[in-house]
């Protein structure tokens, strides 16, 4: 019972250390809703509204027809038409356009004369994701237009022969909104947990207190523990709070199981939580506890597949994810929301995530008890 209650007692005094940091508040209150909304509106992989401009040769109704297609699109957006191929370097070079359609004059003739005529696709390719997904684009509205005009030999529309009819499963409108707003709550209190973790010891060593709280009859795992539930609680009421906001501002679709939804984040923070404390541990001062927390933070995101596919990496740094606690979060995130997942489903994200929580705090501690012995 004396324990528990030097336990309580600590809690509540880091509880309100946070409360009385301004630094401390401002990273549980700002950064998490910034950092939500700039990530569920703007980080997309969504093309739309790609502006192209069109150097029409033939004129004809073959190849209006086909330009009508490009312009019903919401992929894509008129700029202008084009008089003179000399015209087309000016745009791309200045980026007026991202794209240039250019229709040869024998267009119509050649389609009247059952024949595959060629069209050019300019695109800037320094950005080369637009690029391809633009070429994707494109290439399918010229398909469709090919298959679907009617032929000279036949005189009238000819159609595929096998249609394909597609499905996509859990995504069924390929927003990459649900892919991202999915995992939001475990990479966002990744921040949060991760630097108020960093600054607790830190804090106490800057104010003068550390010494003070050594001579305390506080054992250090008393110490650690108290250190730790203010950051835990924090990281899980966000990442509760932003899971639910992307289900009711996003319309992402929960699918799965509250129960493994916890679970999972509980585990995670707790792996958080040790990283934080060792950072803090190491740490002379809250500058260098946010220097530190920073440094741990980008790897992370980089390295757990929120937004480049683990399997695109080389195979040595595929290896080395298998460390990253946020990557088996996030895949475990998404699979519950859309997916359906329960919680036999996520245990595979679970037992790596639980060896890693152990680790992280085994070393936080022992390396605690070797800082103030």
């Not at 998490?32 to 992989?45: D, H, K, R, S």
């Not at 084009?82 to 024998?106: C, F, G, K, T």
């Not at 800037?124 to 032929?151: C, K, M, Q």
């Not at 992402?252 to 995670?268: D, H, K, M, Q, T």
């Amino acid at each position: 019972m004396k324990t528990l209650r030097r336990i309580i007692a600590l809690t509540i005094k880091e509880f309100l250390a946070i409360a009385k940091d301004p630094k401390s508040r401002f990273v549980v209150i700002g950064p998490p809703l910034i950092q939500f909304f700039v990530f569920g509106y703007a980080a997309t992989f969504d093309v739309k509204h790609v502006r192209y401009a069109v150097f029409d040769e033939d004129r004809s109704p073959a190849s209006r027809a086909l330009l009508a297609r490009f312009d019903g699109s919401e992929s894509f957006r008129f700029e202008r038409a084009l008089d003179h191929e000399r015209e087309i370097p000016a745009l791309i070079d200045n980026q007026e356009v991202r794209m240039v359609l250019r229709v040869p004059s024998n267009f119509g003739a050649d389609l009247a004369a059952d024949r595959a005529p060629a069209i050019q696709i300019l695109v800037d390719g320094r950005n080369s994701n637009v690029a391809s997904i633009a070429l994707g684009y494109a290439n399918t509205i010229v398909a469709e237009f090919s298959a679907r005009w009617p032929r000279a030999s036949a005189g009238s529309t000819v159609l595929p022969m096998a249609a394909v009819v597609d499905r996509a499963w859990y995504n069924p409108n390929f927003l990459s909104r649900w892919y991202i707003a999915s995992a939001l709550g475990g990479v966002i209190c990744t921040v949060v947990v991760m630097i108020l973790a960093s600054l607790s010891v830190a804090r106490e060593r800057e104010f003068g207190t550390f010494d003070q709280l050594l001579v305390a009859p506080f054992s250090p795992t008393e110490i650690l523990i108290g250190k730790s539930i203010p950051a835990f609680v924090f990281g899980l009421a966000i990442a509760l709070l932003l899971s639910t906001a992307a289900v009711w501002w996003f319309d992402i679709p929960f699918e799965g199981s509250v129960s493994a939804l916890l679970l999972i984040l509980s585990i995670y923070i707790l792996a958080i939580v040790g990283i934080g404390l060792f950072v803090s541990s190491l740490a002379m001062t809250m500058q260098q506890g946010l220097l530190g927390s920073f440094i741990a933070i980008m790897p992370f995101v980089i390295l757990s597949g929120f937004t480049t596919p683990i399997q695109s990496m080389p195979d040595w740094l595929q290896y080395l994810t298998l460390l990253n606690p946020l990557r088996y979060v996030t895949a475990g995130l998404r699979q519950i929301f859309l997916e359906a997942a329960a919680l036999p489903d996520v245990i595979h994200q679970i037992w790596p995530l639980a060896l890693i929580a152990s680790s992280t705090l085994t070393v936080a501690a022992w390396f605690f008890r070797h800082r103030t012995g």
